[in-house]
């Protein structure tokens, strides 16, 4: 078997493997392996998808600025005050019906990320390429994954939704062309065997020990021995720190009730979770656990379709969410759907505080990445697409400038997308029907 040293060159590359009896483990960056040369975190982006609007003033900051107060809505998001921007006067012009007629929820979700007029039809769909598809494309050959989907709910590509829709549009996100959208996966528990496992349970070696009954890590002892001799002290801590928290996730993924330890992501793999709120949870903590290990750098995530009538009686509320947002201004309605706007902000702050724990190269990840959370449907109730809610998480390795309230008026929602994908390192003239750039974010 070829030990580390057979794999790289002379010089270390920062973002390195170990090999070892056909498993490869992407390792974490670490200073050892930048030689002379700075090293520049690399950016990380996410976007988040909820369902059927927000109840207006209760999201929207009435002041503008850095003293902006926070919301009810906003309130999870208090600590993160300066980690965020609420970004208001956007809008989704290709959401509203332009003489198409009823659907505005397949309209809204199909258009979120493509800024595209989504095409009519029950027997086909035509799109156009979402705008992490476009910085896959040109940068996810830099990771395992180019990019990741996630969703609540499985992805459909076939079926009539919403006045004479194709399901495609309300049940994926991301589209890699005019007809083909990315299907995201709806298991927890999959999504992570797809990132991480490196055996195949079926297929048990006779008379001894499967490879689906050990660590990744027990193939690729000779390589790890090697590349330590060639390390600091500080990164021989970090890759055995790596390791560890490598190891418990794999155990996690095993084993049907492990045991936790406090200040690690803890999340058993190996079954999805049956709550709605612990399987947003699990999904979020796949995406940090991905940038961590660098995976991959782009996610989307379904928290929720658009139309979705997601049931919360934990809440004690009685009905689906998309039946209450048509609440007709019945203030029982109102008041329900505050909770249920409340509840997903608190998944927000799960993830942003995930993200906020995890350190890369000296950097939070929080730092390190930008985090689109918002929909293309402002009023649930009157189907309104203009002045979105929309929030910015992150720096972005400094290159945003996060603690704002800003204002703009009546502004296509993709150039917020051009300006995320200069930021990214995957700039374009423009994209979807956007006119511009937006001044600041």
């Known amino acids: ?31 050892s392996f930048a030689g002379d040369k700075a090293y520049e975190a690399p950016t990380r982006m996410a976007f988040l998808h909820v369902p059927n609007g927000k109840i207006m003033n209760k999201w929207k900051p009435k002041s503008y600025g850095r003293k902006y107060e926070i919301t ?80 609540t709910n499985k992805g ?20 890699k062309n005019e007809t083909e959208p990315v299907m995201p996966e709806s298991s927890p528990a999959a999504a992570f065997k797809r990132m991480f496992t490196a055996w195949d349970p079926k297929k048990p070696n006779k008379g001894q020990a499967s490879q689906s009954d050990k660590s990744v890590l027990d193939f690729l002892n000779n390589s790890a021995k090697s590349i330590k001799k060639k390390l600091a002290k500080e990164d021989i801590d970090k890759l055995d720190q790596y390791f560890t928290n490598l190891r418990e996730f794999e155990r996690k993924a095993l084993t049907p009730k492990p045991k936790v330890k406090t200040g690690q992501l803890m999340r058993d793999f190996s079954t ?12 979020m903590d796949l995406m940090a656990l991905a940038w961590e290990v660098d995976a991959t750098r782009i996610c ?40 249920i706007d409340l509840f997903y ?19 939070s990840l929080l730092q390190q990445s930008m985090v689109l959370y918002g929909c293309a449907t402002s009023d649930g109730n009157k189907h309104t697409h203009h002045d979105l809610p929309v929030l910015l998480a992150g720096h972005a390795n400094g290159k945003l400038t996060p603690g704002f309230h800003r204002k703009y008026d009546d502004t296509p929602m993709c150039n917020l997308f051009v300006n995320m994908l200069d930021v990214f390192g995957t700039p374009v003239k423009n994209f979807g029907d956007s006119n511009g750039r937006l001044a600041k974010i």
């Open 1 to 31: 078997m070829k030990n580390f040293d057979s794999y790289i060159k002379n010089d270390f590359n920062r973002r390195s493997f170990l090999k070892g009896a056909g498993v490869s483990l992407l390792l974490p960056q670490m200073a």
């Open 72 to 151: 009810q809505t906003l309130e999870p998001l208090a600590k993160f005050k300066n980690d965020i921007q609420v970004i208001s006067g956007l809008k989704h012009h290709h959401a509203q019906s332009n003489g198409d007629g009823g659907g505005d929820h397949a309209r809204a979700q199909g258009t979120f990320l493509t800024g595209t007029q989504v095409y009519k039809s029950t027997k086909e769909a035509k799109n156009s390429i979402s705008v992490d598809q476009v910085a896959a494309q040109r940068a996810g050959k830099q990771t395992y994954l180019p990019s990741l989907e996630l969703s």
């Open 300 to 339: 989307t995530m379904i928290v929720a379709d658009e139309g979705s009538n997601q049931n919360f009686p934990e809440l004690g509320i009685e009905g689906g969410h998309h039946s209450i947002s048509h609440h007709q201004n019945d203030p029982a309605k109102i008041t329900q759907l505050e909770k």
């Open 272 to 283: 999805d979770p049956k709550s709605y709120k612990d399987k947003i949870e699990a999904h």
């Open 156 to 175: 459909r590509l076939s079926g009539a939704c919403d006045i004479g829709y194709s399901c495609m549009y309300q049940f994926n996100l991301a589209w």
């Open 345 to 363: 902000t608190s998944r927000l702050a799960h993830f942003l505080k995930r993200l906020d724990e995890r350190t890369v190269s000296g950097k």
